[in-house]
């Protein structure tokens, strides 16, 4: 690498928009969540085949993500918040996975029952995707209602979560009980990462206040 690489890459900032690329991935995952949705509760079979490019979908954005901000030598925004932003959403995608290979394992295709919690989901993902769009536009008190709004609905998750747990612990089929209780403990875990997601989003606005 001659001098002038290495003064571009190390002294000269580079013009990354970070928020842009924060959007970009919240988009990724609400689009995954969706076909989450539309697959185990309206049974739309090309939703259910979306699912496997949405992961790699998200995961690609991830690695570029924190790629760009590895080479960033200044961000105009908390580097840690970035960092937390780009790994927490990359959490829900992670446990959108792995709560697909849990329902393939067990052969489980339709989820009526919990559709109550999945629709929780979507909307918590819809709206978090939301305060990403804020905060591109500058938006901070609508970037804080919707990350108070996250939470509230990540606490619905967790109560639903509870609830259908006691159902099923009344079933005198173990192996019912074992298979449910692996696939509610999966959507309780994406609610908690929509949760940590929000606190990241509002995190980031009060650093740049």
């Given at each position: 690498?001659?001098?002038?690489?290495?003064?571009?890459?190390?002294?000269?900032?580079?013009?990354?928009?970070?928020?842009?690329?924060?959007?970009?991935?919240?988009?990724?995952?609400?689009?995954?969540?969706?076909?989450?949705?539309?697959?185990?509760?309206?049974?739309?079979?090309?939703?259910?085949?979306?699912?496997?490019?949405?992961?790699?979908?998200?995961?690609?954005?991830?690695?570029?993500?924190?790629?760009?901000?590895?080479?960033?030598?200044?961000?105009?925004?908390?580097?840690?918040?970035?960092?937390?932003?780009?790994?927490?959403?990359?959490?829900?995608?992670?446990?959108?996975?792995?709560?697909?290979?849990?329902?393939?394992?067990?052969?489980?295709?339709?989820?009526?029952?919990?559709?109550?919690?999945?629709?929780?989901?979507?909307?918590?993902?819809?709206?978090?995707?939301?305060?990403?769009?804020?905060?591109?536009?500058?938006?901070?008190?609508?970037?804080?209602?919707?990350?108070?709004?996250?939470?509230?609905?990540?606490?619905?998750?967790?109560?639903?979560?509870?609830?259908?747990?006691?159902?099923?612990?009344?079933?005198?089929?173990?192996?019912?009980?074992?298979?449910?209780?692996?696939?509610?403990?999966?959507l309780k875990q994406i609610g908690h990462h929509l949760h940590d997601a929000a606190n990241t989003l509002q995190d980031i606005i009060v650093k740049m206040d």
């Amino acid at each position: 690498m001659n001098i002038k690489s290495l003064f571009q890459k190390y002294i000269v900032p580079h013009e990354i928009n970070f928020v842009d690329m924060l959007q970009e991935q919240a988009v990724a995952i609400d689009n995954m969540i969706n076909d989450l949705y539309n697959c185990f509760i309206k049974r739309t079979i090309n939703s259910c085949e979306a699912i496997t490019q949405d992961v790699h979908n998200t995961k690609l954005l991830k690695e570029k993500n924190m790629n760009q901000l590895l080479n960033a030598f200044i961000t105009p925004i908390d580097r840690e918040s970035i960092y937390r932003a780009v790994t927490g959403l990359d959490r829900i995608a992670i446990s959108v996975k792995h709560f697909v290979l849990e329902t393939k394992a067990y052969k489980i295709d339709s989820l009526q029952e919990y559709k109550h919690i999945l629709h929780h989901i979507q909307k918590g993902s819809g709206k978090l995707k939301d305060g990403f769009e804020a905060l591109d536009k500058n938006d901070h008190p609508k970037v804080s209602r919707l990350a108070d709004e996250v939470r509230h609905i990540s606490d619905k998750i967790s109560q639903d979560y509870i609830k259908e747990m006691v159902k099923i612990s009344h079933s005198k089929d173990i192996q019912y009980m074992f298979k449910h209780r692996e696939i509610l403990v999966q959507l309780k875990q994406i609610g908690h990462h929509l949760h940590d997601a929000a606190n990241t989003l509002q995190d980031i606005i009060v650093k740049m206040d």
